[in-house]
Every structure is written in C-alpha cells, then in structure tokens.
C-alpha cells in the first residue's frame, strides 16, 4: 500500500511530507527559480546516481548557484527515504530560497531551499503509448533541468487531452525531445537520437540507452531527426528515468510500424531491463 504521508527531507530536517512547507516568498514558488532531479531506484539502490548529481551541478552552476549539499550527503540523504526494494523514484529539488520582498534580481546571502522526497513508480504501459507533435514552445536554455515547466505542462496537458501520453516538441522542422523524455527513432535500421546541446535536455536514461546500444552493436547515430523522418520511422521510444524505454505506437493518430512495440525496442528494452536487475542484485 502507498504511504499518503512518507517521511520527507526539507532543509536539513525528516518530516512527514504533510508538514513539509516552505515560504510564499520562496523564489522556487514566486519565479520558478530552482533546479530538480527525478532519480530511479530498484532494490534500494539509485541507477547512475552519480550521473545524476554530475548534472544537477551542471543545472546548479547554469543558474548561477553553489552545491547546496556534497555526494556523500546527498546519497545519505537518499538512504534515509528509501524505504523497501520496490521500485521507487527520488524527487529532489533545489531553489534559491527564501527572499524579504518579490524581487527578480537573486537577494544576496540567502540560503537555497532543498527538498528531496521518495515515491513509488508507477507502471509502465508494456504495450506502448500514443504521443502527438508539438511546435516547441519553450525556451532557449532547455540543457537546464528548471522546475519553470509551464511550457511542458501546457504540452503534456494537450497531450494528455488528445488520448496521448506524450507530446513530442518539434523546434525548425526537427523532432526533438518529448514534454518530459529524450526521443529516439529507428530509420532504415538505424537508431536515431538527438545530438545534445542546449535545445534538450540531457537525459541520464538517454545516456544509458546510447551506452547499451553501443555496446551491443545496434547500428546508432546521434543526429537530428526531421519531422518527415520521424513520421517515417519504423520504431519510435521516448525515454525518461521513470518510464524507462517506452515505445510510442501511435503517432498523430497514425500507426507507427505495424502499431506495436518494434524488434529493436524489444532488444534494447531487454537489455535495459538486465541492468536494472544488475542493480537490483547489488552487481
Ligand atoms: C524535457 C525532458 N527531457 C528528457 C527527460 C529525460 O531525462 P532522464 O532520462 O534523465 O529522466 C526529462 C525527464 O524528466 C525531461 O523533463
């Protein structure tokens, strides 16, 4: 059963998350001014912990704020909520805190705001996902992970509106990343996924999929994907920490492929599934 009220870490203190509560005046709150982390855990343990604090550093230094906590006291942290070996998922969360008046330029001194709880996953729809396209709405620093998502809920939202799981976000005729994932596309046998760079988001399961395909010689190349080419693709996945390699079937109401979970995505997702068990095993 899932705990309605898990114990949280808020600055510093473990509290039940229904005491958890930071200022209105918060810039997390008033401006979006903040960075987050979505983490996976199978077996209790993070998958590519450390990949995923490298790049919070990364977000943490491109909004012009220090480390709030070392490695080590993060992974303490995430010890301590981690409760059980059932797959879980730790949402961290960084701001730049508390300021006296609402004011856009930072306050000086003023300490960040960290939050970090652990929740369930919840399933993975083995049988794929519908997706639409989008005209890519948001701006030009997309490498951040901001917690300012209004572009991405607005996307999803008319996805979800759709019948859809994803919204697939299209920037100058090329397919980029979806609302909340990396994409990827078969193409003529090849893999496909988008070169990284300020227009995406660097996804740690992005990386991880690159890596197995590598590893495997399953024929990948990192480059752009145009509209046409994604409405020709014969596989099409989206992939983030908590939905892992999900194919999308249907694309603006189109079949992609035959309308089912293609070979290759069969392939990879095994592959995908063994390291989590790895993990799960300690090894
Ligand atoms: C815009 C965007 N792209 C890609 C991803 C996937 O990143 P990761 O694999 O690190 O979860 C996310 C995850 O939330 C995201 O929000």
Not at 1 to 17: A, C, R
Not at 38 to 55: C, D
Not at 61 to 89: C, K, T, V, Y
Not at 233 to 259: C, F, H, Y
Request: net charge negative.
């Amino acid at each position: 059963m899932v705990n309605q009220d898990p114990i949280v870490y808020l600055n510093g203190e473990f509290l039940p998350l229904s005491q958890a509560k930071v200022s209105v005046l918060d810039r997390g709150f008033l401006f979006g001014d903040g960075v987050y982390e979505v983490i996976p855990v199978y077996g209790g343990r993070p998958l590519r912990l450390a990949e995923h604090l490298e790049r919070l550093g990364k977000s943490l230094s491109d909004i012009r704020m220090e480390p709030p906590l070392a490695a080590e006291e993060w992974a303490a942290i995430f010890n301590s909520l981690i409760q059980g070996g059932h797959d879980q998922q730790i949402y961290l969360q960084v701001t730049r805190g508390v300021g006296t008046r609402r004011d856009h330029a930072f306050p000086p001194g003023i300490a960040p705001t960290v939050f970090a709880m652990c929740t369930p996953i919840a399933p993975i729809p083995a049988a794929g996902v519908k997706a639409i396209t989008v005209q890519d709405i948001r701006w030009q620093w997309c490498h951040i992970k901001a917690i300012t998502l209004l572009a991405n809920v607005l996307q999803r939202q008319q996805a979800v509106e759709a019948g859809c799981a994803e919204a697939i976000m299209v920037r100058d005729g090329y397919a980029i990343e979806g609302a909340a994932s990396n994409l990827f596309a078969v193409v003529e046998g090849v893999l496909l996924t988008p070169p990284k760079g300020t227009d995406i988001l660097p996804g740690i399961t992005r990386d991880l999929v690159v890596e197995i395909a590598q590893a495997n010689a399953i024929p990948l190349q990192e480059r752009k994907i145009s509209l046409a080419e994604l409405n020709q693709a014969e596989e099409v996945w989206m992939t983030s920490s908590t939905r892992e390699v999900l194919p999308i079937v249907e694309l603006d109401g189109r079949k992609v492929g035959n309308g089912e979970p293609g070979p290759v995505w069969v392939r990879m997702n095994a592959l995908y599934q063994r390291r989590k068990e790895l993990l799960r095993k300690g090894l």
